[in-house]
């Protein structure tokens, strides 16, 4: 008789997801990413890639675990892996969102495994790569919220959870003997926490046998400076804490500083955090400045969301196809008109074009670096930025580090595993996943590549 097996070959330790569920010969894995590893990662951009070896050469760098039946037989030269053509399972792949450490290694899973995302992150991931962002690798099969896709006996129906990454998802898993949830990366303190408290809130109605939850709050130092305050926060509330920012608050405290404010307010955003983008825009209308998007920016935007954005052209020999439907939709604004007028406008600033900022030398300006690019302190790009906005005499403002920003805050999380009562609770995304409260659940700590069976939700190794 079938039974249903699970397999965590990553992100038990940390970042970057990779589950199998199986029951009889279907599979199926969530997540496909690579550890984000700034300071550690070879490949730096300078550093090439390689094709025919890149399967071979990403097992042994640890980017990818040695999943079998996934890859090409071509692609895994002389590696001891299973290839995907002597597969005897039906695997489908399910990505929770389009952020690296869930989706980087997809390029190389072979073309017949089907990919799916949900259909705003498959308009996102079309859109980068038609302005060049991302290869086209392969192709991906949409979902939708609330709509169950089955994989021969596994049913799988994706959930709302506001991440800062359009159709970010949880995974609702059915199998003939048991039930899982699989939180996805979440957070309850965006501007949509209230439907992302009510997702959870209907998923508490099913029986959970096995909740593999996002915890990455659960290590101090991505959340507070000392562990004192860790412990105070981990009891179960729905309340935003004192010394937790939201993404409404940014947004007020950049309001109350603009308001009255004569000089140009600029920002740095994420670009795959479409919501933001769009929410910028509101911002700007409220303070009765124009949001100004640097081209690509724009693109996603009106990709994405059909909002066709106020776009300032770098000043470089650039002219990729995809600025034409820029041309004919968005107004064009130049650096003259803001340099005139620098109180009727906000703009977005990417790392790679920060030179254009030398345009609004003399003028005074207020920064806030919105969790873009440069992600992380410690690394040298995020040096350099700081120093350019020295230069020019302008204010700095970052808002916490970017892992707890983009993830629940310990007391929504205690919530969260309260309120979904499973039997079992697996940490994942977490470097101290033994600081999770697990409130009302059995916490399991399993060990990466072991097959576990999951009997009556408990986690039995085969
Ligand atoms: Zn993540």
Redesign the pocket.
Known sequence: MSETLVKFYRGCHG?G?VISVTYGSDRIIFDF?AP?TPLAQVYDGVVRSRKANRVKDAVLLGRIPEVPYVFARENLQDLDLEPYEDSPYNTAIFIC?L?L??MSEIDKVHPDVPVYIHEDGLRLQLALEEAGEEKHYRDYSPFRYHETVSVGQIRLTPFFSD?PCPGSSSFLIETPDSTILYSG?IRFHGSASEKAFKEIEELSSHHIDLLIV?S?TTSASEFAPDEKLLSLYRQPSRDLLPGCVSVPGIYEEIAGQLKDFLGLGVFNPYPRDVQMLQEMIELGERLGRTTVYEPLFAYILLKCRGVASAVIYPDNDEQPVYYQLLKDKCPSVSADQIQRHPEKYLLQSSYRNILSLIDFDGIEGKYYHLLGEPLVEGIKEYGIMKNMIAKLNWSFRSFINLYSF??AYPNHLAWLVEKINAKTVVAV?SKCPENLNPVNSDQFFPEEGVTYCLREGKLIRE
Do not use: R, V
Request: proline letters at 0%; glycine letters at 6%.
């Open positions: 970042m997801i990413g984000f969102h952020h450490d869930h991440h990366d996002d990455t983009s993830h995304h």
